[in-house]
Nanobody, 128 residues
Framework: QLKLLESGGGLVQPGGSLRLSCAAS????????IGWFRQAPGKEREGVSC????????KYANSVKGRFTISRDNAKNTVYLQMDSLKPEDTAIYYC?????????????????????WGKGTLVTVSS
């Protein structure tokens, strides 16, 4: 059974850091583009960052560029999102998703419609 499981969320003060992990099971991870998305209360889900199957291409939303870093370890079937200099506006549920196929998945940022599988999310709260 294909699964994506996010972890690493929590409460952090403004300016702090968190590292999110997305672990996969039940499918061949290496061939999938992975995206991180987030959804804040009362807002639509938005793309945060994505990484192609080889890890050779990474993209970031303008709002997180320079503060977040995405990486993957295919041997561990895991993708990471290092989040530094966190701001209150980064507060949201963060989801990872996997996509494979010819549809656009990772252009200037990850694309929701390009993803085939989703995790259940992990909550990140940035507050003093």
């Amino acid at each position: 059974q294909l699964k994506l499981l996010e972890s690493g969320g929590g409460l952090v003060q403004p300016g702090g850091s968190l590292r999110l992990s997305c672990a996969a099971s039940g499918f061949t991870w290496d061939y999938y583009t992975i995206g991180w998305f987030r959804q804040a209360p009362g807002k639509e889900r938005e793309g945060v960052s994505c990484i192609t199957s080889s890890g050779g291409v990474t993209k970031y939303a303008n709002s997180v560029k320079g503060r977040f870093t995405i990486s993957r370890d295919n041997a561990k079937n895991t993708v990471y999102l290092q989040m530094d200099s966190l701001k209150p506006e980064d507060t949201a549920i963060y989801y990872c998703a996997a996509g494979q196929g010819l549809q656009p998945m990772c252009v200037s940022k990850p694309i929701i419609s390009g993803m085939n599988y989703w995790g259940k999310g992990t909550l990140v709260t940035v507050s003093s």
